[in-house]
């Protein structure tokens, strides 16, 4: 099921079914003149978690029971903590259960300890309900009531498995007694649930997707859909850490619609906003607007056990920062002004990132060694991921902070989550720049199988880093061009050709530092250097300003000058004739190592090859060495899409533009004309074949399958022994005195020319054979 088919806005009007298939009537959900177990069950099988906790701390048989004289004001107490509860008023049951008295005996004491525990564990206070767990031991133990034993035995196991203490919830077989099959499958779901819930806000997710799992099993055996969203729910969240974006967004969408369609009220604000965690880690940020704002509606909705306030709206902050960063840093202001301590140190990366998307450095590293100090202390480990990610970005020189992704990787593997993994490595590559670019590479497809989209927008290191690529680009192979920020700059901003010809000369030292005395001696040959010293820190003001980017790109800029060299950062800009070289590089990797993606990677390589570089400057001396690189690079490119061309045409294509690029390429002709023979292109292979003879010729060479043209060979008939080493060029043939027919491909089946061998011994190619 698709994310983008849920109605993010979806508002639960149908009401919670009770268990003879009727709907909680008012009496029952204000139980003045209802049943109050029979509500609390009611609720319970509707899916409310707080209502299940409840219920199986209770002691059914005192809901009716008339307590001893002694014990009246004991029961009242939680009889009346009950009836707020069920009466929407829980702020009124947690003040009710505040006055009960310590000391107290007897099943009521047991019952209201057991109630004031589940009370404060719904709330998160572990440590009163830790109090008050004691209590009732004490009382259970002081009573002898087997019933009361039970209810206590079953509130021990909750409040273990609410801490995430998943020994202490095994074994416990008593804590089953004294419960009918329905509540026992209740209890041991809820155990499931409370401990994948705290696992997951612990950083345990897989084993939190372990408990998830069992959950969901649990409520199909059962029949029960009222836990069944949550169940999905928490499952989601388990795979979207676990890097799993696909399998979390179904789960996701599938718990809201099951929601939608059982008409289950509670948790609405969880489930809303984990699909919109989803969405935002897969970088979606339309689907990931609509399901969070539908949760911060929901939060106010008064729904029990709802997800924090602060939670959301950071998420939402990292959303809005993709169209609005005013409104994303107002929210993410909210967020940590909200925040408790254990989720202030998220709230404070969500303001981070805001902030370095903003420009705002230095807020951007005091929220990120804010947050980084709280995700240690709280353990937080995912959180403590992206606040190392954040700490390096927003450094004055990130590659010098750099060493730190190699903890944040580190730390990825023990959570087990190849997304954020593929995502620490991508940051890295890109900050190491041109030499890391394969990396990169394999960051982006690693990531793009995990599902996610690598659009910048949302807040998060993907954008950032994106943000940091050079905004200075320059084009070297074909026409010379210098884009800035998209657009090329005005020819008149160089104020003089000198000043373009330098940048070109340190471009093709690729990133060398080149003396300042032979860049005067290249700039000015005629002049003493004395005259230009001048006029070259004239031009390097001009190259400055011309690759300024109007934005901080990292510790240095792109022209690196000190008193006796000067070169460029290829770094903070980019060249595209060292991407091509890169590129090349990669794909011949590939052939040799037989990737699969050898092809795309020719013809991606192909494919950033504009031109020979710098072709309007074909005498320059200085620019030779990098034009016959790359020339070379281009030529093994072509030859092998050739060779790996399975369409005739596509491979002609390529063979065609090798004997374009090199007019005396022997092996290309002599390739070109079998692939024409072999398509029955005949006519097309005896003028390709022409051709190759008169550049042969041209070099004095005779050509294969026809006559010599060294006038100093032997005599008629003879031809010169074929050379014996692997690989080397066909040996000269002379052909007979007598022969003076020129070789063709058009004679018909009746004449085979005698002056052409089918093949020549002792040379491993084949030649090109008359057609019968």
Partial sequence: MSGDNVNHAWRPSTPAHSEGGGEASTAERHPTGGDPGRALRRLASAGDRAAAHLWLATQPDLLAATPDPADAPVAEIWRAALRHHLAGEPHLAAARLATAPIGATGPHAVQMYCHAAMHHLLDDDIERASTDVEEAARAAHACGVPTAHQAYARVVVLLAAATGDAAATRGRVEATDGLRRADAGLFRLMVHLDLAGHLLWAGDAADALRHAEAAVRLTEVAGDTGFEPYALTLAAVAKCQLGRLEEALADG?????????????ADEAISLAALGMVHRRRREPRQARQALESALAAVGSG????????????????????DDLCAAQDLAERAVTMAREPERPYALLARGWVALLRGDTAAAHFDAAEARTGATVGRRRATLVEALQLTVLAADDPRASAGLLDDAAALCRELGDPAEEATVQLIAARLQGRQARRGAEGAEQKLRRCGVRLDPGVADGLTAITLRVPAVVIH????????????????GEWQSKKARDLLKILVAHRGRAVPRARLMELLWPDESPSRTANRLSVLLSTLRRVLGTGRRTSGRGAVLADRGSVAIDLDVIDVDVETFLTAAEEAQAALRGGHPDTARALVRADELYGGDFLADDPYEDWAQPLREEAQVAHTSVLRALAQHASDTDQKLVYLMRLVHR????????????????????????QRRYRTYVERMRELGIAPAGGEATDPDAGAAGQHTEPSAEPGARVGRWRAPAAQTRPWTTELGGAHRPTGVPAQRTGNPRRLIEHPA
Avoid: N
């Avoid at 969408?253 to 009220?265: D, H």
């Avoid at 070297?476 to 020819?491: E, I, K, S």
């Fill in 253 to 265: 969408a599938a718990g809201l619609r099951l929601r939608e369609l059982a008409g289950v009220a």
């Fill in 662 to 685: 090199d007019p005396y390429d022997e092996d290309a002709h002599l390739e070109l004309v079998q692939v024409l023979r072999a398509a029955g292109r005949h006519g097309e292979a």
């Fill in 476 to 491: 070297t192979l074909g026409d010379f061009r210098v884009f800035r920020a998209g657009a090329v700059v005005p020819y």
């Fill in 303 to 322: 729904q029990p056990r709802i997800v924090s306030t602060a939670w959301v709206l950071a998420e939402l902050a990292r959303i809005r920062a993709a």
